[in-house]
């Protein structure tokens, strides 16, 4: 079994940057991918950012330049670093894990939410 928990959301200004942090915990050897999706109400979830083991990383095009994913193998930790926060980036914010490239575990989420 596999826990996922984020942290770093929050309330922020339009333009403002967060760091949302995801730290995986129990049968971690399990874990290939990590990543982010979000969820915006009335709107299905969609990817954010992906994360394999190797370092190789898939992103939303629309959020590529943005957002950038990174990783810490030794801590099990990924990152999302949001740069330049728009109105329409407010969603929860889910970290994901797989044991090979698809995604079976999840985090309770967490809220980002920007103001204009």
Same mark, same amino acid.
């Given at each position: 079994?596999?826990? !996922? ?12 940057? !967060? ?37 190789? =990383?898939?992103?939303?095009?629309? !959020?590529?330049?943005?957002? =950038? ?40 989420? =967490? ?6």
């Amino acid at each position: 079994q596999v826990q !996922l928990v984020e942290s770093g959301g929050g309330l922020v200004q339009a333009g403002g940057s !967060l760091r949302l942090s995801c730290a995986a915990s129990g049968s971690v050897f399990r874990i290939n991918v990590m990543g982010w999706f979000r969820q915006a109400p009335g709107k299905q979830r969609e990817l954010v950012a992906g994360s394999a083991r190797s370092g190789t =990383t898939n992103y939303a095009e629309s !959020l590529k330049g943005r957002f =950038t994913i990174s990783r810490d193998n030794a801590k099990n930790t990924v990152y999302l670093q949001m740069n330049s926060l728009k109105p329409e980036d407010t969603a929860v914010y889910y970290c994901a894990a797989g044991a090979t490239s698809s995604y079976h575990y999840w985090g309770q989420g =967490t809220q980002v939410t920007v103001s204009s």
